[in-house]
């Protein structure tokens, strides 16, 4: 490699974040092991070039390869979800949400989202945030007893408050989205229907969660969480919509696209067409529900009680409030990473909140089943119920080592015949 040679202090980070990353456990929800392909057209010459524009359509010559990667792109995806349009070219899920919002809405417009602190994203119109800076954000939470989603309380909310758009979409809650649900309500008063599918976008193609298309209006994805590309965010709309979408992308709210990035969404999108793809997707849930079974035979009290997609909600609260962050750190010097989360009607704040949320999509790609979510949900509830037992932490911390040098990540990523790290 020739940065150990020009630049060994970033080399030897690059070194030290691979070894990180062989020797725990992630179970952060929203991250991913790529591909070596992936890693690849990352790393490639595309990085080189600048297009605004689009296909057939640029500002700067010397496009020719570049359309055609994007071009192709822009068909996978299509092809992948049932879209009739897409736009390949956001740098990420935030920058992609401010586009659609700016397609479908002037400033000062009222827009529906899911509460931040019961399982929504930030965008989705939180006070700090440009969504809920820019526009009038109404949140719908979930059922104080059940912990869903009330729809009720969504159709209440359109009703009375009359928006153009309806959000429907999640980054911390354990249960189906009912699109169909949500779209009743848009039809019933006319308002968009947009879907923010970037954490289950990799189930919706496998099968295993239910999709927004053909019928909701406009969706947006992010690539790196299970679908398991590089970081960036693809927005699908119908046809109808297509050029305002991608005028609001480009010139509307971003500059030249990330070449290096369009092709290795290109690449990841073609794995995600495989036929493996559907039992990865598959395992992720599988490997999500073995795990929010090992921590409810445990006692381990679960938002919703448990999951039906990739990802685990532990309430802490029957330990104590805001115990979230301490529970993260205790586990981290375990070797499992995780990360503190609000849960439904926190009583403590953001920052320090009173859960965790865990996810299977990294675990699964490392090839881990079964018996690996047994193990680690017996560690899990064992170092969330004793968190200041650093003997504890260690003791297990050689257990993960041991598992992790089980299912090595350079297996997946790297050729073979590179040394594991
Ligand atoms: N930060 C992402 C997540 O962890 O869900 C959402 O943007």
Request: net charge neutral.
């Amino acid at each position: 490699m020739n940065l150990e040679n020009t630049d060994p202090e970033i080399y030897s980070l690059m070194e030290k974040e691979i070894l990180r990353q062989q020797e725990t456990i992630n179970l952060i929800a929203s991250e991913n092991y790529v591909s070596r392909s992936v890693l690849e057209a990352t790393a490639s010459v595309l990085t080189n070039k600048y297009s605004e524009g689009y296909p057939q359509q640029r500002y700067y010559q010397g496009n020719e390869i570049v359309d055609a990667t994007e071009i192709i792109a822009i068909e996978r995806a299509k092809k992948l979800f049932g879209a009739e349009h897409a736009n390949v070219q956001p740098y990420s899920g935030s920058p992609a949400n401010a586009a659609v919002y700016m397609a479908f809405l002037n400033p000062g417009d009222t827009f529906i989202g899911f509460d931040l602190s019961c399982g929504g994203h930030l965008t989705h119109g939180h006070p700090v945030n440009f969504s809920g800076k820019t526009y009038r954000a109404v949140n719908y939470s979930v059922d104080k007893t059940t912990e869903k989603i009330d729809m009720d309380e969504v159709r209440r909310l359109a009703l009375e408050h009359g928006p153009k758009m309806i959000i429907s979409g999640l980054t911390a809650y354990p249960r189906q989205i009912d699109f169909s649900a949500f779209q009743k309500i848009a039809d019933e008063i006319g308002a968009i229907h947009f879907a923010d599918i970037s954490h289950i976008s990799g189930l919706i193609i496998g099968s295993v969660h239910p999709s927004p298309f053909p019928f909701c209006d406009v969706a947006m994805t992010t690539t790196h969480k299970t679908l398991r590309g590089p970081r960036g965010a693809i927005i699908l709309c119908q046809k109808k919509y297509a050029k305002q979408i991608d005028r609001a992308v480009f010139p509307g709210s971003q500059g030249g696209p990330h070449d290096h990035i369009t092709a290795a969404k290109a690449v990841a999108l073609k794995e995600a067409l495989s036929p493996d793809f559907k039992r990865y997707a598959e395992t992720i849930l599988a490997n999500a529900k073995a795990l929010a079974d090992e921590l409810t035979g445990r006692k381990i009290k679960l938002v919703t009680g448990g999951t039906d997609n990739h990802m685990v909600l532990i309430n802490l609260l029957p330990l104590g409030i805001g115990l979230g962050r301490p529970a993260a750190v205790a586990l981290e010097n375990a070797g499992i990473v995780t990360n503190a989360n609000t849960v439904p009607f926190d009583p403590s704040t953001p920052f320090k909140p009173s859960g965790i949320r865990i996810g299977t999509p990294a675990v699964t790609t490392r090839g881990m089943r079964d018996s690996e979510m047994a193990k680690i949900g017996r560690w899990i509830a064992a170092i969330v119920t004793d968190q200041n037992n650093l003997k504890l932490q260690a003791g297990i911390k050689d257990e993960v080592g041991q598992l992790c040098r089980e299912f090595p990540i350079t297996k997946y990523i790297f050729p073979p015949g590179r040394p594991s790290a």
